[in-house]
T-cell receptor, first 112, second 115 residues
Framework: GQQVMQIPQYQHVQEGEDFTTYCNSS?????IQWYKQRPGGHPVFLIQ?????EVKKQKRLTFQFGEAKKNSSLHITATQTTDVGTYFC????????????FGSGTKLNVKP | GAVVSQHPSWVICKSGTSVKIECRSL??????MFWYRQFPKQSLMLMAT?????????EQGVEKDKFLINHASLTLSTLTVTSAHPEDSSFYIC???????????FGSGTQLSVL
């Protein structure tokens, strides 16, 4: 069945260091979304990538969608303590826009 | 931004009883709502997808007779855990999407503990 794998599961960084999380789908996706869940909170939408090879930036966050639309990454430059949380990707398969398959999430901890 | 309200935030119940969880979209019409289960330190596991006025579509392995989903209006979906058992204890969270919208808006979740 449809699967979206996400690595790493945890990442501990010193404030100012960079951070990257990767998602890989077993099948080609229509689009991929990224969400952030703060400790004790609920997931909040960050961005959606639709086009093959697409790159989008939000301040220190850079999101990429692979050429084959099967993988994606989120890169944070110079992490801050406010970046702490769990980052999830959610893949939407082709032909079924009501399906969101979430990756297992990467929990980011930033030490000041 | 759009708000999704989920109630209750936490509930403790005895084994064998049923528990209803509500998910409301407060400022938009949610044509589609999703129900997830999240185990500690794990991802969101999609349980079912519901469209207003129609039967929910359940994911493989999710018992539809145990997890009853109703989406009677464009602003309300409910999940009823029937005859709950300790293994049903988990964090349940809903999300909603409006017509033609791309993003999901999540409720704050419900922590269910079955004794």
């Amino acid at each position: 069945g449809q699967q979206v794998m996400q690595i790493p599961q945890y990442q501990h960084v010193q404030e100012g260091e960079d951070f990257t999380t990767y998602c890989n789908s077993s099948t080609t996706l229509s689009n991929i979304q990224w969400y952030k869940q703060r400790p004790g909170g609920h997931p909040v939408f960050l961005i959606q990538l639709v086009k093959s090879g697409e790159v989008k930036k939000q301040k220190r966050l850079t999101f990429q969608f692979g050429e084959a639309k099967k993988n994606s990454s989120l890169h944070i430059t110079a992490t801050q303590t406010t970046d702490v949380g769990t980052y999830f990707c959610a893949g939407v398969p082709r032909g079924n826009f009501n399906k969101f398959y979430f990756g297992s999430g990467t929990k980011l901890n930033v030490k000041p | 931004g759009a708000v999704v309200s989920q109630h209750p935030s936490w509930v403790i119940c005895k084994s064998g009883t049923s528990v209803k969880i509500e998910c409301r979209s407060l400022d938009f019409q949610a044509t589609t709502m999703f129900w997830y289960r999240q185990f500690p330190k794990q991802s969101l596991m999609l349980m079912a997808t519901s469209n207003e006025g129609s039967k929910a579509t359940y994911e493989q392995g999710v018992e539809k007779d145990k997890f009853l989903i109703n989406h009677a209006s464009l602003t309300l979906s409910t999940l009823t855990v029937t005859s709950a058992h300790p293994e049903d204890s988990s964090f349940y969270i809903c999300s909603a999407r409006g017509q033609g919208a791309e993003k999901l808006f999540f409720g704050s979740g419900t922590q269910l503990s079955v004794l």
